[in-house]
């Protein structure tokens, strides 16, 4: 295929994937009282999940710390459309997010024609690794990270003569940015993966620079959480799992090269 025969089938792509995040945008769109109610604001809610098993458990430990959320976050809206336009942004990024697995594959499609037998084999089960981790990671954010930042960002206060009227925007876009960050840091064993098979990582690289990866770790960590102690540990743990992991898929694929020579 010539230059111009991939960008028009890189085109074809693009709008598949483009009509596939409008159309569950749409869907979003108009779930409006399920999307906000039970998804997007539930994480400020006594009655999440995650804010009733901390409740539970500080009840159980004599820890009444522990408790998050017990009081709704009350939110304002200060601009004439802001809820109008918070909704349309809100329906397009849960669109995105939902019909992530069907623009991984899309690309991958796009990408597939062009590998070697033996490359397509070795990325069997691309699209569901890839997908997989972004969700997991939206999903560890969402119920985890978010309520936990809502309850100490939502509380804190540098004098009691300051009230907190937070505004919907702003909360919106505290939940989107931590959940999208969590999602793109779970490909780190994907990004690993990929540099390993063209050489630039290796395993002894990775066990190597453990400390420094440590200390990346936990300011990612201190990034995309309230600056507490406590969440920064609950992020950073499974960040350092991955990159453990992460140093498996990398030896595993040094061995195959070993082998195959």
């Not at 779970?186 to 990004?191: A, Q």
Request: charge should be positive.
């Amino acid at each position: 295929m010539t230059f111009w025969s991939h960008l028009e089938e890189l085109r074809s792509h693009l709008i598949r994937s483009a009509i596939a995040i409008v159309v569950c945008a749409i869907g979003a769109f108009i779930a409006k009282d399920f999307l906000f109610t039970r998804v997007i604001l539930a994480p400020k809610e006594p009655y999440f999940l995650t804010n009733r098993a901390f409740c539970w458990l500080s009840q159980q430990l004599s820890m009444p710390a522990l408790c998050i959320n017990a009081e709704p976050v009350k939110l304002i809206n200060i601009e004439l459309a802001g809820q109008f336009t918070t909704h349309i942004v809100v329906s397009l990024i849960v669109g995105i997010v939902i019909s992530t697995p069907y623009i991984v594959w899309e690309f991958w499609r796009f990408v597939k024609p062009g590998l070697k037998d033996t490359e397509k084999a070795h990325s069997r089960g691309a699209v569901f690794v890839i997908s997989g981790l972004f969700l997991t990671g939206i999903l560890f954010a969402y119920f985890l990270i978010v309520p936990l930042s809502i309850n100490f960002l939502g509380s804190y206060q540098v004098s009691g003569l300051v009230e907190n009227q937070i505004a919907l925007r702003s909360f919106i876009t505290t939940v989107t940015t931590i959940t999208f960050a969590a999602g793109i840091l779970f490909e780190l064993p994907v990004v690993v993966f990929f540099l390993a098979k063209v050489g630039i990582l290796t395993p002894a690289t990775l066990r190597k620079q453990r400390k420094l990866a440590f200390v990346i770790i936990i300011a990612l960590a201190a990034l995309i959480t309230p600056p507490d102690i406590f969440s920064q540990i609950m992020v950073g743990l499974p960040l350092f799992l991955l990159y453990e992991i992460s140093i498996r898929i990398a030896q595993r694929e040094v061995d195959k090269a070993e082998a195959a020579a």
